[in-house]
Structure formats: C-alpha cells, structure tokens
C-alpha cells in the first residue's frame, strides 16, 4: 500500500522559506508524478506543484517562481521548496501520488498533511 509522510511545515514570517518532503513508501517515484497540493480554511484543496516521471513540472500561477518541485527517485522523495512566502500560502500542504496520463488530476493516495503559516 502507497504511504506518504509529510514534513517541513511550520511558522514563518512573510518573505521567508521552507521546505516540505514528501517520503514515500510501497510505490517507486520515478515511474509516478508526484505533486503537492494545499488546503486553506474554508477553501477546497487546490493544486500547488507537480512532478511529472518524465521531467515535466507544473505550478499553479499563484506560486510560480517563488516555489520549485522537486524530487530524489533514490531516497523515494519529493519536496517543494517555498521562497518569498506571503500570508495567502498558509495552508495544509498535502503530498499525492497522481493518476497515469493526468498529472493534474490527484490520485487515491495522500499524506497527512503538514501546516504551513505564514504571518506578516
């Protein structure tokens, strides 16, 4: 069974960065995509990233250029790196594993999330 564990959130001021990983267990990362989804109060849970097997990564416009997508197939691991955070990124950050041939449709498996608040 797919598992995924989330890490790297927390508390940080506006302009700041952080880090989230994503390991993943019971699946081989380099043959899935893999992407990065938030869910703030109130709101439905949106895309942020993903990470296509073959190379190819897709950002919401909200986020492009302040965060990357990336991945590790040897440790199994994916992570998004935030930079120049702003107070409408605080969310519940959320890892899946995406259905083959729709990399912007999420999958069956996600994480437990990891909070990420940011203040000003």
């Known amino acids: 069974q797919v598992q995924l564990v989330e890490s790297g959130g927390g508390l940080v001021q506006a302009g700041e960065s952080l880090r989230l990983s994503c390991v993943a267990s019971?699946?081989?990362?380099?043959?899935?995509?893999m992407g990065w989804w938030r869910q703030a109060p109130g709101n439905q849970r949106e895309l942020v990233a993903i990470?296509?097997?073959?190379?190819?990564?897709i950002y919401t416009p909200a986020v492009k250029g302040r965060f990357t997508i990336s991945r590790d197939n040897a440790k199994n691991t994916v992570y998004l790196n935030m930079g120049s955070l702003k107070a409408d990124d605080t969310a519940v950050y959320y890892c899946n594993q995406g259905r083959p041939g729709q990399p912007t449709v999420p999958g069956p498996y996600w994480g437990q999330g990891t909070q990420v608040t940011v203040t000003t």
């Open positions: 990470s296509v097997s073959t190379g190819q990564t």
């Open positions: 019971g699946t081989i990362l380099s043959a899935n995509t």
